[in-house]
């Protein structure tokens, strides 16, 4: 299994420009959530899923659109790609049956 | 909403002392407190987690303790390593455990 994975690793973006980040899973698990990491402000929740077809904001989603058309993937969008969304991205996942959330690696975003 | 506070942001220690990180809670309905250990450029992962139906669960070398009354949970880590440095964030569940709320991370640095 190769559990979560995400897709870019890193990713330099001009202000105004747009992006698509891939977050994978293959542990069959309901739950997905998408977390923006920034120096002193720990994990913050931007969107999550709670099964395919379905998204909910979190405490950040300004700036952010998501969307769960395979129960496998959760993909999370910038429109138009501002500095202040530089930052580390995390997806994580949760099976229903457990309260542990399994993280992927990250996506180290620059906005410039 | 849940707002998770956490203490200290960072605690250095001798190798072989005990540490403990302290995290207080808002939301009363808050059931579940997970804490996490994020190694430098690797993701979070899941170390330890308690339930509101009890009030100390250990693993070995770590302990959560929760006190319901004053909302807080506490992490302690006895007999520290050097592999033990790490950040570390408590979190707190709402909406029957579909969400997390993080506190800011405590960065621990032990010494040999």
């Known amino acids: 299994n190769a559990g979560v994975t995400q897709t870019p690793k890193f990713r330099v973006l001009k202000t105004g420009q747009s992006m698509t980040l891939l977050c994978a899973q293959d542990?069959?698990?309901?739950?997905m959530y998408w977390y923006r990491q920034d120096p002193g402000m720990g994990l913050r929740l931007i969107h999550y899923?709670?099964?395919?077809?379905?998204?909910a904001k979190g405490e950040v989603p300004d700036g952010y659109n998501v969307s769960r058309l395979k129960k496998q993937n959760f993909l999370l969008g910038l429109e138009s790609a501002a500095p202040s969304q530089t930052s580390v991205y995390f997806c994580?996942?949760?099976?229903?049956?457990?309260?542990?959330?399994?993280f992927g690696p990250g996506t180290r975003l620059t906005v410039t | 909403g849940e707002n998770v506070e956490q203490h200290p942001s960072t605690l250095s220690v001798q190798e072989g002392d005990s540490a403990v990180i302290k995290c207080t809670y808002s939301d009363s309905a808050s059931n579940y407190f997970p804490w996490y250990k994020q190694e430098l450029g690797k993701r979070p992962q899941l170390i330890i987690d308690?339930?509101?139906?009890?009030g100390e669960k250990k693993d070995q070398r770590i302990a959560v303790t929760l006190n319901k009354t004053a909302k807080h949970f506490s992490l302690h880590i006895t007999e520290t390593q050097p592999e033990d440095s790490a950040v570390y964030f408590c979190?707190?569940?709402?909406?029957?455990?579909?969400?997390?709320?993080f506190g800011t991370g405590t960065r621990l640095l032990v010494s040999p």
């Open positions: 308690i339930r509101s139906n009890v």
């Open positions: 979190a707190a569940s709402i909406q029957s455990f579909q969400k997390l709320v």
């Open positions: 542990m069959n698990h309901e739950y």
């Open positions: 899923s709670v099964g395919e077809g379905t998204t």
């Open positions: 994580a996942s949760r099976g229903s049956a457990s309260y542990e959330q399994y």
